[in-house]
């Protein structure tokens, strides 16, 4: 998997490798090593995020099904193929989203014709499907964004593109229910144990309330505290490095720290749920302007109610209270923080 994303000068790029299997009826496994590993053991659907060693389980299905009706959270949409191989009825997930499919002009892959399949989806994202034309299998899927990026307000986009290769594919695998045993590795945290999540709501409901106290650590191992910004306008501002609306949002943070720390601003970007060698190599890499504070166990995202909803953006008044609480990061919201923080500065 692969993404090449250049919006307004800001360029995002990566990689990642992945296996995926599937047997019927209806054993699956979806795995990105050292993140995310989903899949059924044919009795108990399951989820696991290795970088925040939170996993879910339920009922499996019992068989093919819709796309939409695998238990939460089944995020498959990053493999077409699998997402394809398990639906019910496969030409029904492709059309559910979409405005128009037609047959698109072959690719050429390692020197192979392959035919395509272009699919116009309602968000403005088009989606393009090759595939292998001796086993039929999918071969290449690339999901073009910039229709849906450039329809939620966002200018000058130059690339906005998401490349699933498969490199291998095996048609009749040798594959028994055995490899498909899973149980949560040792450690790892129920999410379904974990206090209810905070969510919009509960994060609008501290506007106007003292800020919960907090002391985090940061990239260079120094504490910081709520006492240590009283007196100041400060934001905190909670993400992490696979969040993508996370990743959009932090350079409008690092400028709007840049323009107004003169004035007093404080800002900190708040890592949630993330060991410190990942957030590091991301700040190094997107060369990040703005002081970087690791909640590694997440308890003071969720004293904000951050640990459902991120990017979430809070503006602490001079005075210790929250003064504004924004969450999600879309159309707008750049202007808006800005004038929070401003008018927060004034006062």
């Known amino acids: 998997m692969s993404q090449d994303v250049r919006v307004a000068g800001r360029i995002h790029q990566g990689t990642a490798s992945f296996t995926s299997s599937f047997l019927a009826p209806n054993f699956f496994r979806h795995e990105v090593k050292g993140n995310l590993l989903c899949g059924s053991t044919g009795d108990k659907a399951f989820s ?26 089944m995020p498959l949409f990053l493999d077409p193929s699998l997402m394809l191989t398990i639906a019910e009825v496969p030409s029904a997930s492709l059309a559910a989203d979409a405005t128009e499919i037609s ?6 892959i390692d020197g192979v014709a392959c035919p395509a399949l272009v ?36 200018t000058n986009v130059e690339s906005a593109l998401l490349t699933v290769d498969y490199g291998t594919v095996v048609p009749g695998a040798d594959l028994k229910s055995a490899q498909f045993a899973w149980a949560p590795p040792e450690g790892a945290r129920d999410a379904a144990a974990q206090p209810a999540p905070g969510g919009e709501m509960e994060a609008n409901a501290l506007e106007g309330k003292d800020a919960p106290d907090f002391k985090l650590p940061g990239l260079d191992d120094k504490p910081v505290s709520l006492a240590d910004v009283k007196g100041s306008v400060t934001i905190l501002d909670f993400w992490a490095t696979w969040c993508g609306p996370c990743r959009a949002s932090l350079p409008h943070l690092a400028d709007l720290y840049a323009n107004l720390k003169g004035d ?22 997107s060369k990040l302007a703005v002081p970087v504070l690791l909640d590694i166990d997440g308890a003071v995202s969720q004293k904000y109610g951050a640990n459902d909803g991120i990017p979430e953006t809070v503006l602490i008044g001079k005075d210790g209270k929250v003064r504004k609480v924004f969450v999600g990061f879309g159309p707008g919201a750049e202007d808006q923080i800005t004038a929070a923080v401003k008018a927060a500065l004034a006062e």
């Open 48 to 73: 696991y995020n290795e970088r925040m060693r939170l996993f879910a389980v339920s009922d499996a299905p019992k068989g093919r099904t819709a796309i939409d009706k695998l238990p939460s959270p």
């Open 103 to 108: 047959k698109g002009a072959d690719a050429m």
């Open 119 to 154: 699919v116009k989806q309602k968000n403005g994202a088009v989606l393009t499907l090759l595939f292998d034309p001796q086993t039929h299998l999918l071969h290449r899927a690339l999901t073009d964004a910039r229709g849906q990026l450039e329809a939620k307000g966002n």
């Open 264 to 285: 007093g601003l404080k800002v900190y970007a708040v890592n949630f749920a993330e060991d410190k060698p990942t957030v590091q190599a991301f700040v190094e890499q």
